[in-house]
C-alpha cells in the first residue's frame, strides 16, 4: 500500500463512517505499521502486546456485551457513546469501558507510524496549531503536561472547535465522542501503553510518542473534521 492509498484508507477508518464502524462483531483493525517501526521510541514487545491482547480484549468483550443485547447491536460504537443513555443498563458500562477502547484505539493507530525527521503539522492544522499555542514547540510542551496531569489511567485529546484547537483529558477509555465531538487524535497514557520500556517514566513516554506522530495524517484529519 502507498502512503497515499494508507493515509486514504486510515482518513476513511478514523472518520467512521456508520458501515465502517458498526459496534456488531466489532474486529481488531491490523496495524498500519510494523510492531517494530515505533523503535527506538516505543518498543515491539509493547506494541505486540498492546494491540494484540489490549485492544484485542476491548474488541471481545464489546462483542460479548452486545451479543447480549441484539436491540442496540446493530449501531455504530461511536453512536452508542455518544448516547449511553440508550444502551440498556446491564451493558452500559461494558460499552463505555470497551467500545470506548476500541474506538480510542482504532484511531490512536492510525495516528502513529515511523519517525520521520521534521515531520510537522502542515497547511491548515499549521495555522491552528500558531494560533492556538504559539507555534509547534509550545503545543507539544501543553500535551506533554496534559499528560501528566490525568492520574491513573486515561487520554489526552486534541479537539478542533469553532477553529481553535484545544488539548483535554480523560479517564479510562473516554473520549470526546461520548459529547459527541469527534477528536483530532489522542494519545494513551495508560502505564499498558509504556510500562514495559519507561515504567513509571510518563514524561519520557510522553516526549517519546511526540516523536511518531504522523503530522501528515493527523492534518489531513484536521481538515476533514473542520470542513
Ligand atoms: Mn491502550
Same mark, same amino acid.
Given at each position: ?10 482518513? =476513511? ?41 489490549h ?21 455504530p460504537?461511536?453512536?452508542? *457513546? ?20 476500541? *474506538? ?7 495516528? *502513529? ?10 497547511g ?13 514547540? =509550545? ?14 489511567? +486515561? ?6 472547535? =469553532? ?16 459529547? +459527541?465531538?469527534?477528536p483530532?487524535?489522542g ?12 515504567q ?13 506522530i ?14
Amino acid at each position: 500500500m502507498t502512503r497515499r492509498e494508507l493515509i486514504h484508507s486510515a482518513t =476513511a477508518l478514523a472518520l467512521l463512517p456508520a458501515q465502517k464502524m458498526m459496534a456488531a462483531q466489532a474486529a481488531l483493525p491490523k496495524l498500519p505499521f510494523a510492531v517494530d517501526a515505533l523503535e527506538p521510541y516505543i518498543d515491539a514487545r509493547t506494541m505486540e502486546i498492546h494491540h494484540g491482547k489490549h485492544h484485542q480484549t476491548y474488541v471481545d468483550n464489546l462483542n460479548k456485551a452486545l451479543a447480549t443485547q441484539p436491540a442496540v447491536a446493530a449501531k455504530p460504537v461511536e453512536q452508542l *457513546l455518544k448516547d449511553l443513555a440508550s444502551v440498556p443498563e446491564p451493558i452500559r458500562n461494558a460499552v463505555r469501558n470497551n467500545g470506548g477502547g476500541h *474506538l480510542n484505539h482504532s484511531l490512536f493507530w492510525q495516528t *502513529l507510524g515511523k519517525h520521520s525527521p521534521g515531520a510537522a503539522p502542515k497547511g491548515k492544522l499549521a495555522a491552528a496549531v500558531q494560533k492556538s499555542f504559539g507555534g509547534q514547540q =509550545a503545543f507539544e510542551e501543553k500535551l506533554r503536561a496534559a499528560g501528566l496531569t490525568v492520574f491513573g489511567s +486515561g487520554w489526552v485529546w486534541v479537539t478542533a472547535k =469553532a477553529g481553535a484547537l484545544t488539548i483535554e483529558t480523560s479517564p479510562n477509555q473516554d473520549s470526546p465522542w461520548m459529547a +459527541g465531538v469527534t477528536p483530532l487524535f489522542g494519545i494513551d497514557v495508560w502505564e499498558h501503553a509504556y510500562y514495559l520500556k519507561y515504567q513509571n517514566r510518563r514524561a519520557d513516554y510522553l516526549a517519546a510518542i511526540l516523536n511518531v506522530i504522523q503530522w501528515d495524517f493527523v492534518s489531513q484529519r484536521y481538515e476533514e473534521i473542520t470542513k
